[in-house]
């Protein structure tokens, strides 16, 4: 103890003599905050929200709540029957698939614990199965569907027993019970709700086995629409691959085979037959099917040049199943084939027949759709030459009615009767004219022959050959090009294929020559002022940058373009207005009547127009016209680049240089050798007999090296023919000719004006009758006839005998000639797949 003392006394002493240790500068400073940071922790924690305590009630109140109604959810109500009841289960997972399965353990339990057992009363009710919500799956043959699950049929029981069971009874005697298990399944093939499927193994005659609960629809027959419901069973069919094999005949085998497909001979001809799918028809009025062919959308014809041996499976989709896959498109149905392994050959055969059939798909889209404006107009009816013996009329370069029919002949779309022009379906073809000879502007060649759709008549072709003007002898140019970029021309084949189409042209341009743009959409602005064609990126630039959208003021665009070009005039120069467009105007100026006042006024500025129509399905043909033929001007119907390069590239001189203007022609024909006559085509070109002699009345113009051909129509003095007029009785006309004018048939005038002149200048030739054959005929002859004969043929004239198509081919074949550039062949081609296309209708 007394150790301990003196160690305590030391450590006091220590601790009273050791000085207190210096701490830092500002010690206190930072202590203080110290202080003051866990002074408000510690008030923080102590603080509790106002709406804590609350918040814990309502959660209490809650829970109670969702305990108490789920638990009254597993208390059965059986005091009233339940009849027809739909019970809609809950979402499933995409990735699960629906199984069935009946248990029956517990029956025995319930009939063990009962003292009276009475004969149960059953009551029935459907339980619909929803679909899950999944991504669309797809076939074997990447053909997409969706699953439907098959109606279950529930059973309950009630009896009305010495209080065995009570309606309040909470406990019910069941007879079956039927199990929902969910389990995970890889995507398969599920077939839509109205579906028949013959397999490979169909095919082959093979039973094929499904295993428990698999639903595969590739190797069963689903039959109504219900298929397998996945229960221990056997799937089998008959051997259609022998039947195959006996009728060769993909459509005949499948007779009676497929579940909703009729199939049915027609005019017992062997191996044809008419394909129907069964309750199809509530959708659509028509009665095909669609057929898919390995994914790809086909015909009939094609189902039956398939090699059976080659068919893997075959499909049917009916109802809103098939229209919600396929579209409208479908509305009769769906038969889907897929093949095994193809050769080239066949792929090659297949792609073939998907352009086909996608041509065939965008024709029916467009005449859905379809907007287009004609003209209707009537054919020239024969005139009698003792009362009317002279004709006149405008000569006319426009072609747009050839390229226009060629594009729906080749989308397979029908034909407008409207939009066959004749006269612009021979002009669109080059002859092989003289050039004219002492400064003449034109050469005048005729050739009077037979008439291949009218035997006992005869044909008279008048033809006008143009002076070729040398490139660098041609006046320099002041182009205004005139674009529509309204919402209308947004499509491939217009803005972009009218872009494409002026780079042509600017190719063809020299520096002298300028290139101002106008556009117009819902209004008209400038966007480039004339500028070198030595320039041509700058003029590129602006094409380029143009953008369809809005609506379209075809009339200021036409006032501004002609403003532009009477600013930029050059005097003795080629001045012309471009104008591209698909016709649409619907601001300010836009009826065919206005714009034709319009566009005469703008004439007599000494501004020549072209027009190029573009577009499909809304096409306004009868203002293109209008406009052309108005405005001192020419009009194509531009397609395709193909056409492009033809008007605005090889014959970029002839369609942008005039070398004569108000070209007419009048023919007056002797009644000796001619009873009856009249001018095939040309119907909006005609002209009163007084108009040729009238310089202020408008006609048609003539360009570099153009060719311009007509027709006339002859009933010989000694014919009677079906087609001749009534006569009448005149009496005061000269009916009969006295004068001698030997083998003179008629007499051909023609009155034009130079590009820059006023006045008009005569040419007259005196064309002699003759009795030669068809057969010896020119080339230029044959083939402007058969091009006439197919025009007929599409009108379907009531005025020609002979409408036989392949007769038109043949004299097209004959006065093909050497055709270097392809377009006769073209015609040829043309005209075998309209014949084709009547043919398949």
């Not at 780079?503 to 341009?509: E, G, P, T």
């Not at 007999?689 to 060719?707: M, P, Q, R, V, Y």
């Not at 797949?833 to 009547?838: A, G």
Request: net charge positive; with cysteine.
């Amino acid at each position: 103890m007394e150790n301990n003392h003196d160690i305590d006394k030391k450590f006091n002493d220590a601790s009273q003599s050791a000085e207190e240790p210096a701490t830092f500068p500002g010690f206190d400073k930072v202590w203080a905050r110290v202080e003051e940071k866990l002074d408000k922790k510690e008030d923080k924690k102590r603080i509790v929200p106002i709406w804590f305590p609350y918040g814990i009630a309502a959660s209490l109140v809650i829970g109670l709540g969702a305990f108490y109604f789920i638990n009254k959810k597993d208390i059965v109500d059986i005091s009233k029957p339940q009849i027809s009841q739909n019970t809609i289960l809950p979402k499933v997972n995409p990735n699960v698939q629906v199984i069935d399965s009946i248990v029956k353990s517990n029956i025995e339990e319930g009939i063990q614990s009962q003292k009276v057992i009475q004969k149960p009363k059953v009551l029935a009710y459907e339980r619909i199965i929803p679909k899950p919500e999944i991504s669309p799956i797809y076939n074997n043959d990447l053909t997409p569907h969706n699953a439907d699950i098959p109606k279950e049929t529930i059973t309950y029981e009630e009896t009305n027993g010495d209080g065995i069971l009570d309606k309040d009874d909470k406990v019910q005697s069941i007879d079956e019970v039927v199990l929902v298990g969910l389990r995970p399944v890889k995507k398969q093939s599920y077939t839509s709700s109205a579906v028949s499927v013959v397999s490979s193994q169909s095919l082959e005659g093979r039973r094929s086995k499904k295993s428990k609960g698999n639903i595969n629809a590739s190797s069963t027959i689903a039959v109504n629409g219900f298929g397998n419901s996945g229960f221990n069973n056997y799937t089998e069919t008959s051997n259609i691959r022998n039947e195959f094999k006996r009728s060769n005949n993909v459509q005949q085998a499948l007779a009676g085979k497929v579940s909703g497909l009729q199939i049915a001979s027609i005019n017992a001809t062997p191996g044809s037959a008419s394909i129907l799918i069964r309750g199809s028809k509530s959708l659509s009025g028509g009665k095909n099917p669609l057929y898919v062919i390995n994914g790809v959308v086909s015909d009939q014809n094609s189902l039956a040049a398939l090699n059976p041996n080659k068919i893997e499976s075959v499909s049917v989709l009916k109802d809103a199943s098939a229209t919600a896959i396929y579209g409208s498109r479908a509305s009769n149905g769906v038969i889907i084939i897929k093949t095994k392994k193809l050769s080239r050959k066949e792929k090659k055969a297949f792609k073939k027949l998907q352009k086909v059939q996608d041509s065939i798909n965008l024709s029916k889209q467009i005449q859905q759709n379809n907007t287009e404006e004609y003209d209707a107009f009537v054919e020239n009816p024969f005139e009698l030459t003792k009362n009317q013996s002279v004709s006149t009329f405008s000569i006319d370069v426009d072609n747009a009615a050839y390229s226009n029919i060629r594009r729906m002949i080749n989308n397979g779309e029908i034909v407008n009767k409207n939009a066959v022009r004749i006269e612009e379906m021979i002009n669109y073809f080059k002859y092989n004219y003289p050039q004219p000879q002492n400064n003449q502007p034109f050469s005048i060649n005729t050739e009077y022959s037979a008439s291949p759709w009218n035997p006992k008549h005869k044909l008279l072709k008048i033809g006008l050959q143009g002076k070729k003007i040398p490139m660098d002898q041609l006046p320099s140019s002041n182009f205004v090009f005139l674009i529509d970029v309204s919402g209308s021309m947004d499509a491939a084949n217009k803005l972009p294929l009218l872009k494409s189409s002026f780079k042509v042209l600017l190719d063809q341009l020299r520096p002298q020559d300028k290139v101002g743009i106008v556009v117009y959409a819902g209004s008209a602005g400038m966007v480039l002022p004339p500028t070198s064609a030595k320039e041509k990126d700058k003029i590129l630039n602006a094409l380029e940058n143009l953008q369809a959208g809005g609506s379209t003021a075809g009339g200021a665009g036409i006032e501004l373009a002609y403003k532009l070009a009477q600013e930029n005039f050059i005097k003795d120069g080629n001045n012309r207005v471009i104008i591209a467009t698909d016709g649409d105007f619907n601001v300010g100026t836009s009826s065919t009547g206005d714009l034709g006042t319009l566009i005469e006024e703008k004439r007599k500025s000494g501004v020549f127009l072209t027009c190029l129509g573009f577009g499909m399905g809304n096409f306004k043909d009868n203002r293109m016209e209008t406009l052309a033929d108005k405005g001192n001007g020419n009009y194509t119907y531009i397609d395709n680049m193909q056409e492009a390069n033809k008007f605005l590239g090889k014959e970029f001189a002839g369609s942008m240089y005039a070398i004569a203007k108000d070209v007419k022609i009048q023919i007056e024909f002797n009644p000796k050798f001619v009873k009856s006559y009249r001018l095939i085509g040309y119907e909006n070109r005609k002209l009163k007999n007084e108009d040729f002699t009238n310089d202020k009345i408008d006609a048609g113009e003539l360009g570099s090296g153009h060719t311009v051909t007509a027709l006339y129509e002859v009933i010989p003095n000694d014919v009677n023919s079906e087609f001749l007029p009534k006569e009448t009785n005149l009496k005061y006309t000269k009916n009969t000719s006295e004068d001698n004018f030997g083998d003179e048939l008629a007499t051909v005038k023609f009155r034009y004006k130079k590009p820059d002149g006023d006045a008009s200048s005569q040419i007259v030739q005196v064309v002699k009758s003759s009795h030669e054959s068809i057969s010896s005929a020119s080339d230029d002859f044959k083939f402007a006839t058969s091009v006439a004969w197919f025009g007929l043929v599409l009108r379907d004239s009531n005025l020609i005998k002979i409408k036989d198509l392949n007769k038109v081919e043949e004299l097209a074949k004959k006065g093909k000639g050497k055709d270097e550039e392809g377009y006769r062949s073209e015609f040829v081609r043309l005209v075998e797949t309209y014949f084709s296309s009547l043919k398949n209708d």
